[in-house]
């Protein structure tokens, strides 16, 4: 048996995530939410309904066999644009996690590993962000007209052009927490006896970074990309819903609560479905963070 | 400490015209301009008329000389015209800001209370089942669609229960004050539970660091009861960093504000913002947004400063 | 005999806050021979591993020259340098990358410097682990999994891999149980014999100094105090200080002195250093020059320098 530590790592690492019975359950259910929002495609097939066409004379009507959970205020199914929509909240979720991560890791490792002036000037943006009130700040980047950024107005109006907006612009007002954290433990790294043998044999900054810095500091990393994963979702929940997201007829969790303030009266569960959605997965997600937390942890051993 | 203090309100400045260049360039962006407005409702303008008007409100100029020349206007108090109000955005700005102060304030307290007595139960026996509830539900409340949670209160209190009102903040016609604390009750508890779960989760994690401390273990074994030793010497020293963080919290809570009064009706900053956005009112809105980011840049400059001052290990 | 190194009137300041400056290294001058040890012996603070660092290439000089295999190092030259010298840290915990298998790390310097293909690199690899006298299945595992003195194998063999000419050995048996000490010293003896190279031994102990060096660099708060063979060094020390550090060595056959010889006080401070002879507040023979004059490092018998008004010749 050749004894391989890089398996022992991760293994003693699941078994104390395993202990972590919220993180655990919180996996569960997200591998759950991840199931229904994938199930859209069979049941489309299987039903063979549509999460887009609307129909006049269905509006409001009753869960059916066939229409498990009624049709909305346009006569669409709803559980299907649930799963439809779930599958866009999610992805907008990790997407703009990644781009956003990609950003504070970049910023952070840069000022950590530099130093300096530069990371002066870095921190002192950063901070400038973190003081800022994310929410107006995000709407009027929602509301930017793409065609005055030289886009083509097929384009700034088309679906895909919806999606990516509310990406971009989340990820570039949520990068702050990464970069922070990014440079604090690049500052703890840089000084290792290690990193210095590297360099006197003539590492680059690049190599460095890549492969000692990243690898060292990838479990915060890891828990923080979580916990943003939560974050995010929020904020494009709240920005589909007061329409500075993903656009109609694409269905997000968030945009399907578009008109729910004035069906609160008629139809209540339409209403109650996409929040509850967003509810659980975000609770989730943040409690699988504070299990990766605990498990990372090597004082956590108990 | 002097010099620190002018230091940092010289970056708070600094910050503060940074944004105000991008709020103005992103304004800039949004559909539309003051001009199409016009000529929407002059439909016999020619475009030499069109032209004129432009070099008029200097709209032909590249935007950092207009952005100069805003600047100028409102460095004099002159922060221009409300378009959708069709009064001067000071106007319009002041009592919007009198709503969102109160409803802010109100939340604010109740947050700060409640999380303190969660917090510091939960973290007197950690593991233990109320420290697992708390757990629970401080997650809940972070987790939790501000926005929605106001759509499920109103659900359930205004339509099912008709126990309060769903919006606005007094009934028209009854200026009696049990009317006006009824319309707050749904917007104050809505922005308090959205705040409250990450304050919680503070306190506790802070009041297990300071129990474990040495002086907090001498303080017990001189023989010192319990709740004399929580509240007397834990306390304080575990006050130190939440006191900065709920400072520093400002800006979440303003966001969280935004939500509120959309959807409750308060006519606050946020809903201002919100719907002149909406509007293409720019005046109002890039004031409005200026004037948000500017008391967020004034907090966060209070909770440094009292973060110096509360720990006197920190030399400033 | 060949130099390998020649350094001249080096000097390595820090600014700190306040403006204020710490004069880590002071108007250094030495050379090291090619196949020689010379150990670099002082106090904590006097200065070595930050002369060390500027050696291998991590600190750069505030001025003066380093000349290596007769190249005057420069911005342009280093480069190619840096696979002919390599450094051993003191601590063998923190010195090996704990997210890299025992193979990637021995061959890093070979992968930095673009030598060989990843198959010849872990052939070397291969070949090294056995050098340094691990077990062969070593390659595949993580530092975590080894003891002190077995990193510190590993920490050798990381630094023997692009086949350097000179290796600065930062304290590299401090860190160790004693009876681990002997082994990694044998070791380092051993790879010397075989593979010709010379090595920059830093050390406060001069016991230790004694078993493997050639020459002796005495550092006294950034600057050198007296230069000589180890021989020389031993038997007769011509500056108070190795004096006083000769009498604070336990020695079999001698009783440790007490009373004239030894020094009193500690070091001042390198941010800010006494005029004159640094050495002149400690020294048991200062005189009124000691403290306005500085000494220079003179060669008074064949190879052997000291830097004192009053030395012993």
Known sequence: MRPDAAIGVWTLRWRRFRKHRSGMASLVILAALVIFVLAAFPLQQILGIDPDTTDLFARFDPP?????LGMDEAGRDVLLRLMVGGQISLLVGLLATLVGGVIGIIIGITAGYFGGRLDGILMRFTDGMIALPLLPLLIVLGAVDLTKLGFSSDFAHSGAAGFWRIVIIIAIVDWTAIARLVRAATLQIRERDYVRAARAAGASAGYMMRAHILPNIATPIIVSFTLTVGRVILFESVLSFLGFGVVPPTPSWGNMLNNAQELVTTAPMLAVWPGLLIFVTVIAVNFLGDGLQHAFDPRSER | MRNFILRRCLQALAVLLVMSFVIYSLIGLMPGDPLDLMIQSNPGATPAVVA?????YGLDQPIYLRYLHWLWSALQGDLGFSRTHSRPVLEVLAPALWTTCK???ISFTIAVILSLVLGIWAALKPGGWVDGLVSLAAFAGISVPVFWLALMMILIFAVRL??????????VGDGSFTDYVRHLVMPVTTLALANTGGFTRFVRASMIETLRMDHIRTARAKGNDESRVVLIHALRNALIPVVTVMALSFGTLFSGALLTETMFA?????????????????NLALSGLLFATLVTLLSNLVADIAYGWLDPRITL | MTELLGIDHLNVHFPVKGGRTVRAVQDVTFSIEAGETLALVGESGSGKS???YTVAGLQTPTSGTLRFQGTRLTQTTWPAARRSIQIIFQDPFGALDPRMPVSDIIAEPLLIQRIGTPATR?????????????PRDALNRYPHEFSGGQRQRIAIARALSSEPSLIVADEPLSALDVSIQSQILNLMKEIQETSRLSYLFISHDLAVVNHLVDRVAVLYLGRLVEVAPREALFTRPAHPYTKALLDAVPRIGHARKRGAGTIKGEMPSPLNPPPGCVFHTRCPKAQAICGSEIPALE???????????????
């Open chain 1, 64 to 68: 059916s066999p066939g229409h498990y």
């Open chain 2, 52 to 56: 004129r008007l432009r070099e008029i």
């Open chain 2, 103 to 105: 409803l802010m304030l």
């Open chain 2, 162 to 171: 008709h126990w309060l009102p769903a919006s606005g903040i007094a009934n």
């Open chain 2, 266 to 282: 308060q006519p606050g900053m946020g809903k201002m913002i919100y719907d002149s956005i909406l509007a293409n009112d720019f």
């Open chain 3, 50 to 52: 930050t002369l060390g």
């Open chain 3, 122 to 134: 872990r052939a070397r690899a291969a070949e090294l682990v056995e050098q340094v006298g691990l």
């Open chain 3, 299 to 313: 060669e008074f018998t064949a190879g052997h320098e000291a830097a004192c008004h009053f030395k012993e010749v």
